[in-house]
């Protein structure tokens, strides 16, 4: 349920923040980029679309994405979305509790689109 919630909730931050946010407008104004965040069983799932400055976030399993993020299960994606240590995705991939699926490069891209947000 909280790692749910948590999705939810920062699909609404960062539309809101294409929005009203000027540095993050400019990151993403030339992105076409979908974002999966799921547990490894799909029961919970969340994808992030970019379109071009514009953000949208619809729930539920899919496959047409460009990264995906894939937790253990939900716990563990909750632990390290609102984790404030830096390597914590890092840590949770070495330690077998996160794959990441799609190209690499969209996953560090996304990182890099919510810290402009949530810091």
């Given amino acids: 349920m909280h790692f749910s919630l948590l999705l939810f909730a920062l699909g609404y931050i960062l539309k809101i923040a294409s929005i009203v946010s000027r540095p993050f407008k400019r990151f993403i104004r030339k992105a076409d980029v979908r974002v999966l965040i799921k547990t490894a069983d799909g029961s919970r799932a969340r994808s ?8 949208s976030s619809l729930a539920g399993n899919r496959e047409d994405f460009d990264v995906a993020l894939i937790f ?6 909750f632990r390290v979305l609102t984790s404030k240590r830096k390597d914590a995705s890092f840590n949770a991939a070495a330690e077998g509790k996160l794959k990441i699926a799609g190209m690499s490069f969209f996953a560090q891209w996304f990182e890099d689109a919510t810290k402009l947000v949530l810091s």
């Fill in 72 to 77: 253990l299960d939900a716990a563990t994606g």
């Fill in 48 to 55: 992030f679309v970019f379109n071009k400055g514009k953000v």
